[in-house]
């Protein structure tokens, strides 16, 4: 209950200050910029220092939420890290952007030993996603072709 209490509580200060954070610098460019027009009897400063509070606003709300978002970055980073190693060595993607580098059955081969030393190391058991099973069908069918046409 305590953790829940001060999960609404800290939201509802990061609300707070954010709100804060973006109005203090709008008002104080707009009260600058209206001082200054009274002062110098001219009509662009109070725009003028309303887009400076409001780029100050955005400012102080973006480097509020960094660091919020910093650990959401660096997962994002190791995931698509991960990816990256999955991929076969000099191959874009798996359209096949660079085909003729590898045959098609290599490229099985190699994804087939990654996913086996994947099972391994997890000790846990793999559901094969469709796509593979796709894969696997269409190797039988080519096979059973190849076959008879020997025949």
């Known amino acids: ?8 509580v800290t939201a509802f200060l990061m609300v707070s200050q954010i709100g804060i954070s973006m109005l203090v610098p709008v008002f ?35 480097r509020m939420l960094a660091p919020f978002f910093a650990a959401d970055l660096a997962k994002e980073k190791k995931q698509q890290a991960y990816w990256e190693s999955l991929r076969p060595n000099g191959q874009e993607t798996e359209t096949g952007e660079n085909e003729g ?8 081969r190699k ?14 058991c793999m559901i094969k996603s469709s796509r593979q099973e796709a894969e696997e069908e269409f190797d039988a069918w080519r096979r059973s072709r190849e076959q008879e046409h020997r025949e």
Do not use: C, P
Request: hydrophobic share 45%; aromatic share 16%.
């Open 28 to 62: 104080l460019g707009a009260w600058i910029g209206h001082w200054l027009d009274e002062r110098f009897e001219t009509t662009f400063w109070f725009l003028v220092f309303l887009l400076f509070g409001i780029m100050a606003a955005f400012r102080n709300v973006y």
């Open 111 to 124: 994804r087939e030993e990654l996913f086996k030393k994947q099972e391994q190391s997890e000790g846990s």
């Open 101 to 108: 580098q590898e045959s098609g059955a290599q490229l099985r």
């Open 1 to 8: 209950m305590k953790k829940k209490r001060s999960a609404v």
